[in-house]
């Protein structure tokens, strides 16, 4: 989204290849190991979890960074079918509409005004 | 197939204007692209009554790129991984307190409203980033769509209201401010704060990945809660 992403610049689709094939082979792994071994969390995560070390520690991963970067700059567009999921579901939202936009409201400033003091509790910004 | 492609290039196309449109308009939290297209498509479906099914069956390559771009988020964390090693304590304890206390409050007041068992379900991952919100959701089972629209809407309503906040109670310093912008309004939030401040915007988008992260674990422990 924007210019918030900045570690791969836009390309030509071939420079951006073999990073998208790297991310989208350690999806399905995790997706695979996660669902053979029955653990908790989604098979995406533990791809970025196997990603991170190499992007830190790995030598010659800089190649995967323009594909890495296509899609984290893409994000906003796959969200789109998901929210567009939601026509389906208008009688559950118009009943609940006041009491969710409290809901939502309360709860993102409190976590918002919550994590900036827990920052100073915690001794940062001395 | 062929329908896919349409669909899916007529998204990605409309995502592009939408994004060109919102550049014009100084992106403003309230013009975020997502919700533009969304609506666009919505329209669209609604006026030549096809099916929802069959969109989503048509859509579902670009809704499958959403775990590879997830795993792709690791490259936020690289960026920025020594501002994260300057203050790595003050950073991981303001990040994942801030997210349980973000999923704790929104299942608890969705409890006080007595709101559905399934938007009780959609707002344990409000607080987390897209992505990491329809993984989680994918992963248990749960209420996918609605889950990631309040992501998306929380970001609106944070990138919106989070800043003047923080100005009215005086929290003014810059990297707390990014962290909670980052935990709770995420992408959009972020997106907001970084083209402002490129700092904040790189600390911000290392909290809501941080915060996916946290949520992938705790969300699936309170899950049995509301089941």
Redesign the interface.
């Known amino acids: 989204?924007?210019?918030?992403?900045?570690?791969?610049q836009p390309s030509g689709v071939l420079r951006a290849l073999p990073?998208?094939l790297l991310?989208?082979g350690?999806?399905?792994a995790?997706?695979a190991l996660?669902t053979n071994a029955h653990l908790?969390?989604?098979?995406?995560?533990l791809?970025?979890?196997c990603?991170?070390p190499l992007?830190?520690f790995g030598r010659g991963i800089g190649w995967s960074?323009a594909?890495?970067?296509l899609?984290?700059r893409?994000?906003?567009?796959?969200?789109?079918?998901?929210?567009?999921?939601?026509?389906?579901?208008q009688a559950?939202l118009s009943h609940?509409l006041l009491?969710?936009l409290?809901?939502?409201?309360?709860?993102?400033?409190?976590?918002?005004?919550?994590?900036?003091?827990?920052?100073?509790l915690?001794?940062?910004?001395r | 197939m062929i329908a896919s492609a349409i669909i899916c290039a007529a998204?990605?196309f409309g995502?592009a204007l939408a994004?060109a449109l919102s550049?014009r308009l100084g992106?403003p939290p309230w013009a975020s692209?997502?919700?533009v297209?969304?609506l666009a498509?919505?329209g669209v479906?609604?006026a030549s009554d096809a099916s929802?099914d069959g969109?989503?069956t048509a859509?579902?390559p670009?809704?499958w790129?959403?775990?590879?771009?997830?795993?792709?988020?690791?490259?936020?964390?690289?960026?920025n991984?020594a501002l994260l090693r300057s203050?790595a304590?003050?950073?991981l304890?303001?990040?994942t307190?801030?997210?349980i206390?973000?999923i704790a409050?929104?299942l608890g007041?969705?409890r006080l409203?007595?709101?559905?068992r399934?938007?009780q379900q959609a707002?344990a991952v409000?607080?987390v980033t897209?992505?990491?919100a329809?993984?989680?959701m994918?992963?248990l089972d749960g209420?996918?769509?609605?889950a990631?629209?309040?992501a998306?809407?929380?970001g609106v309503?944070?990138a919106i209201?989070?800043p003047a906040?923080?100005d009215r109670?005086g929290?003014r310093?810059a990297?707390?401010?990014a962290?909670?912008?980052?935990?709770?309004?995420h992408?959009v939030g972020?997106?907001w704060l970084?083209?402002r401040d490129s700092r904040g915007?790189g600390l911000s988008?290392l909290?809501f990945v941080l915060a996916?992260?946290v949520a992938?674990?705790v969300v699936?422990l309170f899950w049995r809660l509301l089941a």
């Open positions: 989204m924007g210019d918030l992403f900045k570690t791969g990073g998208l991310c989208c350690l999806a399905m995790g997706e996660v908790p969390i989604p098979g995406a995560v791809g970025l979890l990603y991170l992007l830190l960074l594909g890495a970067g899609l984290t893409w994000i906003g567009v796959m969200i789109v079918p998901a929210l567009v999921g939601l026509l389906g579901q559950l609940a009491p969710l409290a809901v939502l409201v309360i709860t993102t400033l409190l976590t918002a005004v919550a994590t900036a003091l827990l920052y100073r915690a001794g940062g910004g | 998204l990605i995502f994004r550049a992106h692209p997502v919700l297209t969304a498509a919505a479906l609604a929802i969109f989503e859509a579902y670009l809704r790129l959403l775990a590879p771009a997830l795993v792709g988020l690791a490259t936020v964390i690289a960026a991984w203050e304590a003050p950073i304890i303001a990040v307190g801030g997210t206390i973000g409050s929104a007041l969705a409203f007595g709101l559905d399934q938007l707002l409000k607080t897209t992505p990491f329809v993984a989680i994918t992963q209420p996918v769509a609605l990631a629209a309040l998306v809407l929380t309503i944070g209201l989070v906040t923080f109670l929290i310093t990297v707390g401010r962290l909670g912008v980052g935990v709770s309004s992408l972020t997106d970084a083209r915007g988008a909290a996916g992260l992938s674990v699936p």
